[in-house]
């Protein structure tokens, strides 16, 4: 048997009949670039995330680069992240010439650890950049409060975590709170492998600061406002038709496709359990932090909704920690399973970083995981055939 780590194949067979005509509507039109299909995405991916504005752009990456240049980060600044992320949250900081300043995960979510953030701050601090890992967030409160007290933005790297939800005690709008709407920027990838992925490169910041969302606006067109006058420079930062018509047809099944993928995460943890993997620490399957922490917000939440039911994850990927990481997926490769390491080298190891002044050991916890974690298929159309193969592959390799 073969299991992928991703089969974009099987999600496209069960909606090419809704994609076809919207990618012909797009061609008929011959309108590329924005226009009124980029407009129609954009409102209903902000109101998706909870947010007044989204701003199309060209990648996750452009949506971290324009937020920066949106609050003026440049030579002189330094940016709050973490370096257990993807290479684009510390590349966008070191793109506009300020410098990226690196904070530990826990090392139970692989989140920023948000009681080691304060003491980074500086007089040159602008902004800190939680990440949104594999799709659950960050603790934010505790995030935000640093940032309100210190008048610092807050650009959430939302690109793995569409549709995640964070418990909030502090913000007052609503207490469960969508990923990208906490800070004052939310920044999201349309990468093909996202759980909303485009058939190319795509991305979109959501805010809820007129100001802001009018300066991202203009920052996506060279920063021209009117046409061919540029009080400030921008760049090519913008999405186009054929990516927000995709992306239009696929928002419609978000929801069912991220009901499933915690469908197979709760499958999984129940079945790692029961193998008694996880009793011997062989196994440790990912945390979501909503459902042990934050019963009275969910509860709240769930008689203002009329029942519904919130969740926090969304299982972008499903990501466990194993102290045999490196023979199990060898194993699992010769099985036919498809995995992958997110992420194999922390930032502050990487070499074109070496002049931060970080060596092995700065961010032990980032370290451990990098050494440790293993992320398995999860992917929506996953059979209940196919993960019953992972599971038992995996037990298989421990028992050998
Ligand atoms: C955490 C994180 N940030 C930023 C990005 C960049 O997004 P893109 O690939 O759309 O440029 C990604 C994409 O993989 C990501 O996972």
């Known amino acids: 048997m073969k299991v992928p780590l991703l089969d974009l194949k099987a999600q496209y067979e069960t909606i090419r009949e809704e994609i076809l005509p919207a990618l012909q509507a797009v061609l008929d039109s011959q309108h590329f670039i924005l226009g009124p299909e980029v407009a129609g995405l954009e409102e209903k991916v902000a109101a998706y995330c909870q947010c007044s504005y989204g701003i199309g752009v060209s990648s996750g990456s452009d949506a971290l680069l324009i937020s920066l240049m949106a609050e003026d980060i440049g030579p002189g600044d330094e940016v709050i992240t973490t370096p257990y992320t993807f290479f684009a949250t510390a590349g966008a900081i070191f793109r506009t010439g300020a410098r990226p300043v690196f904070v530990d995960i826990q090392a139970d979510t692989y ?80 990468f093909p492998s996202k759980n909303l992925g485009g058939f190319g490169d795509g991305g979109m910041v959501v805010t809820n600061d007129p100001d802001r969302a009018e300066r991202l606006k203009i920052l996506r067109v060279h920063g021209s406002k009117p046409k061919y006058c540029h009080s400030f420079v921008g760049g090519n930062f913008r999405l186009d038709a054929i990516q927000a018509a995709v992306l239009s047809v696929k928002l419609g099944h978000l929801d069912t496709w991220t009901a499933k993928r915690r469908e197979n995460a709760a499958w999984y943890d129940e079945a790692f359990k029961s193998s008694g993997l996880v009793d011997e620490g062989l196994i440790t399957p990912p945390k979501s932090v909503l459902k042990e922490a934050c019963s009275e917000h969910r509860a709240d939440y769930q008689s203002e909704t009329a029942g519904s039911i919130a969740h926090d994850h969304i299982y972008n990927q499903y990501v466990i920690s194993t102290p045999r990481r490196d023979e199990l997926k060898a194993y699992l490769l010769d099985k036919g399973i498809g995995t992958e390491i997110y992420y194999p080298v922390p930032l502050h190891l990487q070499e074109c970083f070496a002049d ?45």
């Not at 940032?147 to 964070?166: F, H, N, P, S, T």
């Not at 913000?171 to 709407?181: F, P, Q, T, Y």
């Not at 961010?363 to 440790?372: D, I, K, L, N």
């Not at 398995?376 to 037990?395: A, H, M």
């Open 111 to 190: 989140n920023m650890d948000p009681d080691l953030v304060e003491e980074k701050v500086t007089s040159r601090t602008r902004a800190i950049i939680p990440v949104h890992l594999y799709g659950q967030c960050a603790d934010m409160d505790p995030i935000l409060e640093i940032a309100r007290k210190r008048a610092l933005a807050v650009i959430e790297d939302a690109a793995q975590a569409i549709g995640a939800e964070y418990a909030s005690g502090i913000l007052s709008s609503s207490k469960i709170c969508r990923a990208g709407s906490m800070g004052d920027y939310g920044c999201f990838s349309f």
């Open 356 to 400: 931060l002044g970080y060596s092995s050991g700065s961010f032990p916890v980032s370290e451990e995981a990098a050494g440790r974690t293993l992320a398995l298929p999860i992917y929506p159309e996953l059979t209940p055939k196919q993960q019953g193969y992972v599971v038992d592959s995996v037990c298989e390799f421990f028992v050998k």
